[in-house]
């Protein structure tokens, strides 16, 4: 069994500078998800680490985007990974949120990290591949952080439902802190952690007990939830000791953590 109180090994996994309050989707209560105006607004709003979704286009460029397919949140339609990037700069993902976003592009990760590196923000990087591309999406993100990960910003979380991408994100920047990405949290947690090689479980708050975070807080392990938006439940977790809220709207959390 790994721990964190027995284990140099997962060293960059501790998420010593990761907050305890970070913004989803940017601040996607805000402003439209997963583009450059909620990374900005989550800065706007004094948050200092936000969540988002990276996915590849067709053609294997990183982009920021959470659906498999275009329909919710664009004027596009169908799988995005059936596109070349240059066809999904076409699209609008802020109108659907607000007129007051329409035009609103699609952004890539370079463009997201060039916004995070001018607001000074971290970043936990969620790894969303499309179906059958779980391996080929963690091996481009991993690369395309090891390599243009702005050096003045702390390093990044890496996280993912998928295991297999967190592995292959692991090949290409070792370094780099994990999270495993689970709705409920399985009976097996552990073993799935060693799986991937990190002491960091990420897990829906709607399906999180006191008795199970206690049990893997207890056991020395970091656990943050997600989507929190209700102080009150947010202050709950917090005083179990979970360690980080991810939510649509991070400055209430702020306000209470
Ligand atoms: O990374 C936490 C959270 O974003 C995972 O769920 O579906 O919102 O990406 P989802
Ligand atoms: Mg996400």
């Given at each position: 069994m790994v721990h964190r109180a027995d284990s140099k090994r997962f060293?960059?996994?501790?998420?010593?500078?990761?907050?305890?309050?970070?913004?989803?989707?940017?601040?996607?209560?805000?402003?439209?998800?997963?583009t450059l105006p909620s990374l900005l607004k989550a800065h706007e709003l004094g948050i200092s680490w936000v969540e988002f979704d990276v996915k590849l286009s067709r053609d294997g460029v990183p982009v920021l985007f959470h659906d498999d397919t275009l329909d919710r949140n664009t004027d596009g339609r169908g799988p995005i990974a059936d596109q070349?990037?240059?066809?999904l700069r076409n699209y609008d993902a802020g109108a659907w949120?607000?007129?007051?976003?329409?035009?609103?592009?699609?952004?890539?990760?370079?463009?997201?990290?060039?916004?995070?590196?001018?607001?000074?923000?971290?970043?936990?990087?969620?790894?969303?591949?499309?179906?059958g591309r779980e391996a080929e999406t963690g091996m481009a993100v991993g690369k395309a952080?090891?390599?243009?990960?702005p050096t003045d910003l702390p390093l990044p979380l890496v996280s993912s439902f998928s295991a297999a991408a967190l592995q292959a994100c692991a090949v290409a920047a070792p370094d780099l802190a994990r999270a495993l990405l689970v709705s409920a949290v399985p009976k097996d947690w552990r073993a799935q952690l060693d799986a991937v090689e990190t002491d960091t479980l990420h897990c829906m708050s709607?399906?999180?007990?006191e008795r199970k975070a206690k049990e893997i807080l207890?056991?020395?392990f970091i656990l943050r939830c997600f989507t929190v938006n209700r102080p009150n439940r947010a202050r709950?977790?917090?005083d179990w000791g979970v360690h980080g809220i991810i939510s649509d709207y991070p400055d209430r959390i702020l306000k209470i953590a």
């Open positions: 060293s960059a996994a501790l998420g010593g500078s990761v907050p305890n309050v970070l913004g989803h989707r940017g601040a996607a209560g805000h402003a439209p998800e997963n070349d990037l240059q066809a949120f607000d007129a007051a976003f329409a035009g609103t592009p699609l952004p890539t990760l370079d463009e997201g990290l060039a916004v995070l590196a001018r607001c000074g923000m971290g970043a936990n990087v969620e790894i969303k591949p499309s179906k952080l090891a390599e243009t990960w709607q399906r999180l007990r207890k056991a020395g709950q977790l917090l």
